[in-house]
């Protein structure tokens, strides 16, 4: 069906930068928004970048000037370049996507996530 994949977490000392990804596969018709969340221990999962089709975006205020989203739609793949990284950026990363895919004889419209990147900002 479809799948997410997501790839470019890890460790990186206080003011470093991390460029995560995320590819979206299978049979896909078209996608609406992408977007990255973020989640920690004991708390709800927040909204960090979004990018819609027309490529317009919005951000929390806590990444705003720090991280860039993009997309690439020929790849089907969504980017987020982070930067000076704080460490209460340390979260998992999820990506997800809205999207148009054919299921089946028919199309249908769903959001689908990735299976979350670890960003760890430590010195």
């Known amino acids: 069906q479809v799948q997410l994949v997501e790839s470019g977490g890890g460790l990186v000392q206080p003011g470093g930068s991390l460029r995560l990804s995320c590819a979206a596969s299978?049979?896909?018709?078209?996608?609406?928004?992408m977007g990255w969340f973020r989640q920690v221990p004991g708390k709800e999962r927040e909204l960090v970048a979004g990018i819609a089709s027309d490529g317009s975006t919005n951000y929390v205020d806590s990444v705003k000037g720090r991280f860039t989203i993009s997309r690439d739609n020929a790849k089907n793949t969504v980017y987020l370049q982070m930067n000076s990284l704080k460490p209460e950026d340390t979260a998992v990363y999820y990506c997800?996507?809205?999207?148009?895919?054919?299921?089946?004889?028919?199309?249908?419209?769903?959001?689908?996530w990735g299976q979350g990147t670890q960003v760890t900002v430590s010195s």
């Open positions: 997800y996507a809205n999207l148009r895919y054919y299921d089946g004889g028919y199309y249908s419209t769903d959001e689908f």
């Open positions: 299978g049979s896909i018709y078209n996608i609406n928004h």
